[in-house]
């Protein structure tokens, strides 16, 4: 039996869905044990302890909440301070953190600070003896290597939608806690959070993802992208590099080998070549939808469904049919 | 400035990976080799912040056997002043282990900065930036897509899911840098003789016990993509047909 930690992350005073998908790993973790506690930690502005309840129902016992004016916007060095602190003062088998932009920027610092290696972008995991042997994608998604960690506690990035959010309600303990510097002696010093045009749904968690490519020709057409996404409901816009490379998309929105890792159940390539670089980010999708003139084009042999025709004509009367479909 | 950079040879992701007999590494028969990505981002911004200051020192450094001299050549060639190879036999997988060698290395190196790839993307851990900055306590930017330097202060951006952050921290720091700062240039011809005359220091790693290993590595199943279902608009009401009934995600 042993404890495991997760790190539940949040924006703008909201859980992200990954922080549900961390302390659910965690939960998981502790019960492949024999049944440990799941204690997270919650750290923001004032006001943040009100989403302590959400991460009891997904089976965390205790909640360290963390609260301080000056945490409105997210302090790297605040955060692993904190999280560092506590894992080594409660005696963690595990420390649960997302793959996740700040999980990745966060879970490593806390690692050297506890003298621990760790796995990141983890799909699954599962203890062995005194090891834990996790499942991690390499390069490029085009190996997967299975790593085996040892020492403790075993430091763990899980990839977003690897675990899925599960219900696994207990009324969670909830312990108030100080930052383990003072946010205002940081060095690295958060001045702003800037909105992306994606505030809605975002790449990592939208369950239906419609790309673009330098085939619909002009930044203004994407329109008809983002009208498709909007007829699913559940969809985010991503592109190519292409099509960042040329400004007529943030770079966060960029799809692939040097951009976001995706693995939605529905990803719609319209307009896209299928460049390695681009499949790299997301050939691992349930079900791919390909529009291209080219029907020699490469991202054909990786769709299952393919249309070949002009993405200006074709999109359009997608997005009526999927509007049908949804009975919109 | 004086700039640290760590790079890491990797093989090229085009390649058509095969696994080798033991069962835990990639076969490196014809593989080619050259840093990574990111790693190549790095360089190029530590060129431009130089040559917006028209002065300063850019020292290379990278842990692995001997061919990874090939790769610091190749930094050479585009402009860096030196090379530091930290000899191994092989490059372990355990991050914190490559951080140990490196920040032995870089510990008092006097650098003004010391920038990393994003990652590596061989290995894919992500980890060896921060955890090099933590080990030396230094303050540390992850996956920086825009990085500005002026008066011993830096300005640094972060892409983070469908949002961005800015952040601003004191130098010397460690920074890791992602796609978007600068594509890198390609060596001239001038470069790569200049290269071949630039000192390259060889040193041996200190590598510590590794925790986290390799068991297996294996090939992801193949897609069985390839279907065709029509042409134009009027290929839509098969598609929506097949995506509610068939793929069930409508
Ligand atoms: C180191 C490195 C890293 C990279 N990282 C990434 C990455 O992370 N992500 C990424 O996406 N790329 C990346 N690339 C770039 C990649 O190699 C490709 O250049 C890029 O993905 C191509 O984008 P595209 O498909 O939009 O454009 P193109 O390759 O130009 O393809 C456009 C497609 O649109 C089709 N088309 C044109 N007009 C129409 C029309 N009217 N209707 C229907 N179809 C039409 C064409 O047939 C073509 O197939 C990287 C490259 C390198 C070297
Ligand atoms: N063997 C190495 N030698 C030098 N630098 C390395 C090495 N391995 C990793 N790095 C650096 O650390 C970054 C992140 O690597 P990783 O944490 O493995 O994804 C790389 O982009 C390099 O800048």
Redesign the interface.
Known sequence: MANVFAFAET?GGELRKVALEAVTGARQLADATGGGEVHALLIGAPGIAAKAQALGEHGADAVIVVEHPALE??S??VA?ATAAERIRSGGYRAAIFSA???G??L???V???LG??????VTAFQPEGDAI?VR????????????????TPAVLTLRPGAVTPAASPRAARVESAAPAIDPGAA??????????S??K?????A??IVSGGRGLKAPENFRLVEELAAA?GNA?VGATRAVTDEGWRP??D?IG????LVSP??YVAAGISGA??HL?GM??S????AINKD?EAPI???????????VL??LP??TE??KK??GQ | MKIAVCIKRVADMESRFKIATDGSSVDETGLKFDMGDFDGYAVEAALQLNEKEGKGEIVAISLGPDVVQETLRKAMSMGVDRGVQLKADRVPFDGLAIARALAAELQGGGYDLILFGRMAVDSANQSVGPMTAELLGLPCITAASKLEVANGRGTARRELEGAAEILEFPLPAVVTIDEGIARPRYPSLKGIMAAKKKPLEVKPAQLGEAHLTVKGMELPPERTGGRIIGEGPAAVPELVRLLQTEAKVL
């Open positions: 924006r916007l997210y790297p060095e692993a996740s932009a700040r990745k920027d879970a490593p610092r690692a050297a600070k621990v290696s760790m796995a990141s972008d042997v991690h994608p390499a390069y490029t998604g085009k190996v997967i290597t299975t790593l085996v960690l040892t020492g060095r690295v010093v958060p001045k702003e959070l800037v909105q992306g994606n505030t749904l975002d790449l990592g968690e369950p239906v699913f985010a770079h966060s960029q080998q040097t951009g976001r159940d529905l390695i670089q790299a050939r691992t349930k079900t791919i939808v029907k054909f042999k990786v769709a299952d469904y393919g249309i070949v025709g002009d004509e074709v009367v997608l049919a999927v479909a949804k």
